[in-house]
């Protein structure tokens, strides 16, 4: 028998309808089906709505079938098919569907759904759309009372614009308060900047990432790239800090090349020159590749263009820069202040310093004055090289749904729980149709883009493959005082990186290694600042001052200096003698990473020990001192030495040589400080100094023990062609 209108009890709930029969079957068991305006009221409050319900009392499983909704607290539920197990309270549905949540927006194939724990099970090609993010991805658990979500595979989370991305295999995100942790293979992508590890914590209202474990950061615009054990982005100012072994790796032209010009400071014209031939190269080379590309790599092709000159001819070498913190930002282009070294190959004007007695047995006092250290500067935009991350774009479904008359999203997230007695007393609403509904979610899953898993690994190596290849285009760099003209052509977006590291940096390079307290290194001008106890070993020679500052240019070192109290150090055979070059500051040029020219200034010392290589004896001592020294090679073969006002050169036999004449003021020799290689440089930290240490001379039984180096060797030479027996006689 049909009924109209029927209210049935069963277990506690409440089904009404339209019109509905009761029947059983061959062994008694009951079942009730019902048409039209059907409800299903819990006594939990959990109401469900259909168009149709064919219900088992026996099992108590309800099958509601079109326009169904379950509202479930500040839950909503809709789908064309649902399953609903009402002793398990579990809602299950095959077909498609949505769930809606305090403002969260999740659709999928398939779902299952537990009233008791709030908690929802999605499956195949998962959407969910908040006010704040978008996420992708095949499996996921949702609990409605907290909000969070729960990965199991492949997962992006992106910002409604798309720059921003977090991916994972497997964690959790909290979409009330943004908040991330993951746990496999785990990236997060913002333009040009990628952060990895194996451990992620990400917030989006400070906007502040961790990574901890195996962390990699790159940005392919300023083909800058870290790794270390622990590190934390800052979005607000673009910074990372990297720390626990933290290595930055910095790629350098070793070898001369064809294309390297011998550039001269008083030859501007040459070097303009060249830079405008090598931009338009590389723009020709850039329109030639572009025709062959599709659309899609045209790109990422665009970034890696090199001339192939380069690839060919140019030997690359890495250098390797650590310290207890390393701290990276990018900063505008105009507070950027370069620093103005006023250095000239030429040799720049002289430094006059008060007269010296230049007696045997006088000490000189240098009255070095203090230096402060600019750390801002000022430079050319760079020519950044970058990767798009392709993003689904669904802005025009959700303006569909929206647009749509027939869409209930916001209505059912609206409408109160109702009552099984006012659904007895009262005419229920006409039920909206959610087919609009249904059909805008399956479109939406249609053109969402779900991670396979392998995404997150192209990117990265495609990021550090980009950073990894050098940047051709060259720099011009405005000093401090440019006018105000040539300022303006910098546009005011442009940007640029500054790196700090802080407390025992070590740098390392197959040829050259440093260390110091702190490094400030800006990248508009590749400009390396050592800064507390620096000290740099190349070519044999160690080196220390105050301060040292030096340039890359063209992935080259291009020039060095020494500031304040400035030495250049060498051991002499298996002995504890050691050639010495001292001065207020020195200034070294280099040309294909070789010194080209040298100049040491303000009272400036070279002390050198002549040597018998056959009998592998010291023979005597050179002292030369003057306001400058000047120094010029070629192929590491020194082919001019002048000494500048004040000259005084002197000439001591072997056994004259004694501590009061063996070692200049201010020596230093920390050959124990040097890093000898890449895995030395990460495991082992500067030794401290005992008071007075620096300036002792060691035992004998820890010298070098060395032969003379090319350079120093070659200073002996060429003092002895320019000092005679009979000017130094006298004196001796």
Do not use: C
Request: proline content about 4%; aromatic content about 8%.
């Amino acid at each position: 028998m049909i009924f109209y209108r029927p209210v049935y009890e069963h277990k506690g709930s409440t089904l009404s309808a339209d019109s509905g029969y009761i029947y059983e079957d061959e062994v008694k068991r009951q079942f009730f089906e019902a048409f039209g305006n059907v409800v299903i009221t819990q006594p939990s409050g959990t109401v469900i709505y259909s168009d149709y319900l064919h219900y088992d009392a026996a099992a108590q499983q309800a099958r509601l079938t079109k326009n169904v909704r379950m509202v479930d607290g500040a839950s909503t539920l809709t789908t064309n098919y649902l399953t609903y197990k009402m002793r398990s309270k579990v809602g299950t549905y095959t077909g498609g569907g949505r769930i809606i949540s305090q403002g969260d927006t999740i659709t999928s194939k398939n779902a299952h759904y537990f009233e008791n724990t709030k908690d929802a099970y999605f499956r195949n090609k998962v959407v969910v759309r908040t006010p704040n993010v978008k996420i992708y991805t095949d499996t996921m658990r949702y609990n409605s009372a907290g909000r969070m979500t729960y990965f199991f595979g492949p997962t992006n989370i992106k910002d409604p614009v798309g720059e921003k991305n977090l991916y994972t295999e497997k964690g959790n995100y909290n979409t009330g308060t943004g908040v991330a942790d993951f746990n496999k293979n785990n990236l997060y992508t913002e333009g040009s900047k990628f952060l990895k590890g194996d451990s992620l914590h990400y917030e989006r209202e400070t906007g502040i990432g961790k990574a901890f474990r195996n962390v990699v950061f790159v940005d392919t615009l300023d083909k800058f790239y870290a790794y270390g054990g622990f590190g934390l982005y800052r979005q607000s100012d673009e910074s990372i800090t990297m720390t626990e072994k933290p290595l930055i790796i910095t790629l350098v032209k070793n070898d001369s090349t064809a294309n390297d010009p011998k550039v001269d400071s008083t030859e501007n014209t040459v070097e303009t020159k060249s830079r405008r031939e090598r931009r338009r190269e590389q723009r020709e080379l850039e329109k030639e590749e572009t025709l062959e590309l599709d659309t899609d790599s045209s790109q990422t092709a665009e970034s890696e263009i090199t001339p192939p000159e380069l690839k060919e001819e140019a030997k690359m070498d890495s250098v390797f820069l650590t310290a207890d913190t390393l701290f990276s930002k990018v900063i505008l282009l105009k507070e950027y202040i370069a620093l103005d070294l006023k250095l000239d190959r030429s040799g720049g004007e002289l430094i006059v310093e008060e007269d010296v007695d230049y007696g045997d047995d006088e000490d000189f006092d240098l009255d070095a004055d203090s230096m402060e250290l600019d750390v801002d500067s000022t430079a050319l935009p760079l020519k950044p090289d970058s990767i798009q991350i392709a993003t689904a774009d669904l802005d025009q479904i959700d303006a569909l749904q929206k647009s749509n008359p027939d869409s209930t999203l916001k209505k059912i997230s609206q409408k109160p729980v109702v009552q099984a007695k006012k659904t007895q007393n009262k005419k229920q609403e006409e039920p909206l149709s959610i087919e609009a509904t249904i059909k805008a979610d399956s479109l939406t899953r249609q053109h969402a883009i779900i991670p396979k898993g392998s995404e997150a690994d192209d990117l990265m190596n495609n990021a550090l493959k980009v950073a990894q290849t050098p940047d051709t285009t060259a720099k011009t760099i405005p000093p401090t005082g440019t006018d105000s003209t040539k300022m303006s052509n910098i546009p005011d977006t442009a940007r640029t990186r500054i790196v700090k590291a802080y407390y025992n940096v070590r740098l390392f390079k197959s040829d050259l290694q440093a260390v110091a307290d702190s490094v400030y290194y800006g990248m508009a001008d590749s400009m390396f600042r050592f800064m507390g106890r620096p000290m740099i070993w190349a070519q044999g020679s160690q080196i220390s001052a105050d301060t040292i500052f030096m340039q890359i240019l063209n992935q080259q070192l291009d020039n060095a200096l020494l500031k304040e109290n400035a030495m250049m150090v060498n051991a002499v055979l298996d002995t504890v003698k050691f050639n010495q070059l001292k001065g207020r500051k020195i200034t070294a040029f280099f040309t294909n990473s070789n010194i080209d020219r040298l100049y040491v200034d303000g009272n400036a010392e070279n002390l050198v020990f002549s040597t018998n290589d056959k009998l592998g004896i010291i023979t005597e001592m050179f002292h030369d001192r003057g306001a400058r020294i000047k120094v010029k090679m070629e192929g590491k073969k020194i082919i001019d030495y002048v000494s500048v006002r004040k000259v005084d050169q002197k000439v001591y036999p072997f056994k004259m040589v004694n501590q009061d004449n063996e070692i200049l003021p201010g020596f230093i020799w920390r050959p124990q400080d040097r890093p000898t290689s890449k895995e030395d440089l990460l495991n082992r930290k500067r030794e401290i100094p005992k008071e007075g240490e620096m300036s002792e001379v060691p035992p004998a039984n820890e010298g070098e023990g060395t032969n003379p180096p090319p350079l120093q060797k070659d200073l002996i030479e060429a003092v002895q062609e320019e000092v005679t027996e009979e000017t130094l006689a006298p004196k001796i």
